[in-house]
């Protein structure tokens, strides 16, 4: 009896070793979280059916032809589940193990349709087959079941590990019977030798830098403070520190130094946007990764969507490998890789789930989680912690009082810093300025950029709320200053490659001190690390204007007067129809005669109001029905939306999880000195049915994603060529200064 068709070397793989070693691996993986036996009993399970005389006959007609095998292998795995007292825990995994986790009734539904002569006398013939061979999958007491399997919420994400252990140990023992091999499966991290390489390399970076004595103290305070808080037990752990404070490395430093103390497997650190996680990743590999040939297996991994993984080399065989489910024992993500993953269905996304367990997780910038999903997402963290020996870090500067969430009304935080308010005080190094009344418009605003005297700094950033009034305002600046003086632009309609030569072109001359004016989209507030003296930013949530107020001297180098902030609220200016709510609420706590946004006791005031507004938490909340299909064990509606009520079969996406909840298209572009690069990386990708993973990887630098309906529309549709499913070739304008053209307008990107 067969499990797969013939590898490379014209072997066949047998399906008891198949099952026995998926077994093992989904044994050793499900162990982690306390639920060894049942791991391996799915394990065990999931292919049974393959025994069948209908599906080997099938799987040979496959071999030859190439066609699907077309015979159903998953059922009789569901069925055991119940015979074995184990549904629905373990038969939505097994039922789920190749499309994905659906719910009870889908699963009850299959079970139904699947009760025809012929399917019962196929599911005979695989048990007959299949029992001598192993004698205790098919009859014995009950499988016992692990702790919490039946406590509201922990049973749900129970069934998400299990299913995340099963798939990836299905994977691992199907690709290593390709590949003629063993699993691959790292060893366990060596978290003292890392610790040490860590605290040797830190030392040797912070001797290169040059000294800046406020900046320095401040860091140092928060580094101890960290390490301090790591011999603490497993837990929520809250990090307030202001922005330029050294938060990257003491986050690290916490989870490598707490992984130590407390036998934790791994360190994820997740940050909202890929300019950060490709920041912190470069600091982190110098800090962990081993240097020169033959030193080692890489420790650091970055995954999220702009990573372009070659297959050449053991280091990059190691890191696409990796990827795939987080065997590495330094993570650096995205929090959409991280919750759409965890709060998924498919087993591509879930197969790294089950790594979480016993794991530090560090969130960075956690003010940047959305606002509409932080029910099901603070019931989740509250989850890992108490039942799967997971520690979270929640780190920034502007801490949401999350605890104001019914999930975490009993949970006490454990504060890394014990007065942070004195921290606050102690560190400011900006002042505010309100512009509020009369508003200005947007050209009054470009006139007080453009003069260096009225700015009070030829360097400076200025943040705008869209994508079309950053265009805007970059042409009105760069109509107002010299020639020599360059005026920059930041905003998703360039694509990564060109908002990375942004990036480091702004930060060569603030190092050199030499004219630059950055206009933005709020995608350069969080993390970071760029120092102006003087930022202007328009009117946001007051969050944002903190975050803001962070990339103004950041590293403390203008003396008592500090840099500047100005707050505009442009009379022609826009915003996203999601500012409009706690745009309000700022305004009740943050701006002129009140609280400035480093105040915390207003902060705490404004989150307060914010997150148990009805909108946000309340029972009508896209949170709240995440939370009703979590329940219900409703993974496909968790994923995919409830289904509507009435004639409308589609399931309803607004109540979905989804952490971008925008729908959009990637669009090729030609950008700049790449055009002969994208042409050839498009037609690769054309020339086959399905193209390889690594041609969408290369690609990833050169895409702007755009809103769906906006490609639809007929003046943008014409100048989109197919590519691949939704991708596109844009024939269109691609602006050296302000990437995608659009017309007649901007607005439908994400800023």
């Known amino acids: 009896m067969w499990a797969h068709s013939m590898n490379t070397s014209g072997m066949r793989h047998r399906l008891v070793d198949h099952l026995e070693g998926t077994a093992l691996l989904a044994e050793r993986f499900a162990a982690v979280f306390g639920a060894g036996e049942v791991g391996r009993f799915a394990g065990l399970a999931h292919d049974v059916g393959k025994a069948s005389c209908a599906w080997q006959d099938g799987l040979l007609r496959a071999e030859a032809t190439g066609v699907r095998v077309g015979e159903d292998h998953k059922t009789l795995g569901v069925l055991l589940a119940e015979r074995r007292g184990a549904f629905p825990v373990l038969g939505l995994p097994l039922h789920g193990h190749h499309g994905g986790l659906t719910n009870p009734s889908e699963v009850r539904s299959m079970i139904k349709d699947r009760s025809k002569p012929r399917d019962v006398q196929d599911r005979a013939e695989a048990e007959a087959a299949l029992r001598p061979l192993l004698p205790g999958l098919f009859d014995g007491p009950p499988v016992r079941l692990p702790v919490g399997f039946d406590e509201p919420g922990t049973s749900e994400m129970l069934m998400r590990f299990l299913f995340s252990a099963l798939v990836d140990a299905d994977g691992l023992d199907t690709a290593a019977h390709r590949s003629g091999g063993q699993p691959q499966v790292a060893a366990p991290a060596d978290m003292a030798m890392l610790w040490d390489r860590f605290v040797g390399r830190r030392k040797e970076m912070l001797a290169g830098r040059p000294p800046a004595p406020a900046a320095d103290r401040l860091r140092g305070e928060v580094y101890e403070a960290c390490l301090a808080a790591a011999a603490g037990p497993t837990g929520i752990y809250r990090l307030p520190a202001p922005t330029g404070s050294g938060k990257t490395i003491a986050a690290a430093g916490f989870g490598l130094r707490h992984a130590l103390e407390q036998g934790k497997s791994r360190v994820i650190v997740a940050v909202p946007f890929i300019t950060i996680t490709e920041q912190n990743h470069a600091v982190y590999r110098r800090l962990l990764d081993p240097v020169g040939a033959g030193k080692g297996a890489p420790v650091v991994l970055e995954h999220h969507s702009n990573v372009t993984v070659d297959d050449d080399g053991p280091a990059q065989r190691w890191r696409r490998l990796a990827a795939e489910n987080w065997d590495a024992p330094f993570v650096v993500t995205t929090t959409v890789q991280l919750f759409d993953s965890l709060f998924g269905r498919k087993p591509a996304a879930m197969r790294k789930v089950h790594r979480l367990a016993n794991s530090v997780i560090v969130l960075d910038e956690v003010q940047a989680l959305p606002a509409p999903l932080l029910l099901p997402i603070v019931d989740g963290l509250r989850t890992l912690t108490a039942r799967f020996g997971t520690t979270v870090l929640l780190a920034s500067a502007t801490q949401p009082e999350l605890w104001a969430l019914d999930p975490l009304e009993s949970i006490t935080p454990i504060e890394v810093i014990s007065n942070p308010e004195s921290l606050y005080k102690t560190s400011c190094r900006v002042r505010y300025e309100w512009w509020p009344d009369p508003k200005p418009t947007l050209e009054q605003v470009a006139d007080r950029v ?64 030499l004219p630059v004016r950055l206009v933005s989209t709020q995608l350069i507030e969080a993390g970071v690390d760029l120092d102006f003296p003087v930022v202007f930013r328009a009117m946001a949530p007051a969050d944002s204007l903190q ?205």
């Open 547 to 751: 975050q803001a107020a962070g990339r103004a001297n950041r590293e403390g180098h203008l003396g008592p007067k500090g840099g500047l902030v100005v707050v505009f609220d442009p009379a022609d200016g826009g915003r996203p129809r999601s500012y409009d709510l706690p745009v309000g609420i700022t305004a009740r706590y943050i701006g002129l005669g009140r609280a400035d946004p480093d105040d915390l006791k207003a902060l705490r005031l404004y989150y307060h109001s914010y997150l148990q507004n009805p909108r946000v938490s309340g029972r009508d909340s896209r949170g709240a029905a995440v939370q009703i299909s979590r329940a219900a064990l409703d993974f496909r509606a968790v994923a995919e939306g409830p289904k509507r009520t009435g004639e409308d079969p589609r399931p309803d996406r607004s109540k979905a999880f989804r952490m971008i909840d925008e729908d959009t298209v990637p669009v090729a572009v030609p950008y700049q000195g790449e055009e002969e690069r994208v042409r050839q990386l498009v037609e690769r990708i054309r020339m086959v049915p399905l193209p390889e993973p690594r041609l969408f990887r290369d690609l990833q630098p050169y895409l702007v994603m755009i809103q769906r309906r906006t490609r639809d529309r007929a003046d943008v549709a014409t100048l989109c060529q197919p590519v691949f499913g939704d991708l596109v070739e844009w024939a269109g304008s691609y602006d050296k200064n302000t990437g995608i053209v659009l017309e007649p307008s901007g607005e439908e990107f994400i800023a």
């Open 450 to 513: 453009a003069d260096p005297a009225a700015a009070g700094a030829d360097q400076s950033l200025t943040i705008v709320n869209t994508v079309a009034n950053a265009r805007q305002m970059r042409d009105l600046v760069a109509a107002r200053v010299p020639a020599t003086t360059p005026v920059l632009h930041l905003s998703t309609a360039m694509c990564p490659a060109h908002r990375r030569e942004v990036l480091a072109e702004v930060k060569e001359r603030l190092t050199a001190r």
